[in-house]
């Protein structure tokens, strides 16, 4: 099968050659486990290979993503955007001023949700983008605070991105007290893969660590490896 590359150097030969084609593919972890720089070395990965990406912000706003990437990495996402390779698209949940009844509620998630889904699938659909970002993935989960609902609306996203076969990375952020994978503990059981990232204590010192926990069609590496942020991106530490 052909595979999609991740560009975490090390990591690709851990998962059988890189992603599955059209796959949705969480990235799970906590307050700064290195999630964005991740789904940055996915798109810079697909810039260098002259594949269309479409990088979808919820939470951060993109000057600042671009400003951090070109600090860290040297990587100059404007310049990569007037190629026509990538495209920055920011979606920011509207909350309604007024306490709304049930039956309210329920209309305005699920035309909200129907809203974010046909933004997102124009995007790519438009640009031709065969790689996609969605960080994060946690807004909608606050958003929509019924379980069942959440579910629903996840499931008719991510039916609706691999109808067009882009290959997408999810974020989604783990609470600081949570023993799951997502606040809402749904979208690691919707998402094709699943792969943590966790920042733990060795002797007196803080590293990161990469788990791939679950990735369908895939005989993939089960161990906890360690990676270090480079100038060159993500590396894995063979051990």
């Known amino acids: 099968m052909k595979r ?5 150097h090390g990591l690709d030969d851990k998962m059988e050659g890189g992603l599955v084609p059209g796959s949705v593919v969480l990235i799970a972890g906590k307050a700064g486990t290195c999630k964005t720089s991740f789904c940055s070395n996915y798109i810079y990965e697909g810039v260098q290979r002259g594949e269309t990406s479409v990088y979808i912000t919820t939470e951060e ?3 600042e993503i671009k400003n951090d990437l070109l600090e860290v990495f040297g990587w100059d996402f404007r310049e990569f955007e007037k190629t026509g390779l990538v495209h920055f698209l920011s979606i920011k949940p509207i909350f ?6 049930p039956g309210d509620y329920a209309k305005i998630t699920k035309f909200y949700t129907y809203d974010i889904t046909k933004r997102i699938v124009e995007a790519v659909n438009t640009t031709k983008a065969t790689r996609l970002i969605i960080d994060s993935i946690s807004v909608f989960e606050l958003f929509i605070k019924d379980k069942y609902m959440a579910k629903i ?4 996203l991510m039916e609706a991105l691999r109808k067009t076969g882009v290959t997408t990375i999810v974020t ?3 609470p600081e007290s949570s023993e799951g994978l997502s606040k809402n503990e749904i979208i690691e059981f919707l998402a094709d893969a699943v792969i943590k990232l966790e920042f733990v204590p060795v002797s007196e010192d803080y ?8 990735m369908r069609r895939t005989d993939h590496s089960s161990m906890i490896h360690p ?3 480079t100038k060159d991106g993500i590396k894995i530490i063979q051990i």
Do not use: Q, V, W, Y
Request: charged fraction near 30%; glycine fraction near 10%; proline fraction near 3%.
């Open 4 to 8: 999609i590359t991740t560009g975490i």
């Open 61 to 63: 706003m993109e000057d």
């Open 96 to 101: 309604p001023e007024k306490t709304l009844n």
């Open 153 to 156: 609306a996840l499931i008719g």
């Open 172 to 174: 989604g952020e783990i």
């Open 207 to 214: 590293k990161r660590t990469l788990t791939i926990r679950k």
């Open 227 to 229: 990676f270090e942020i």
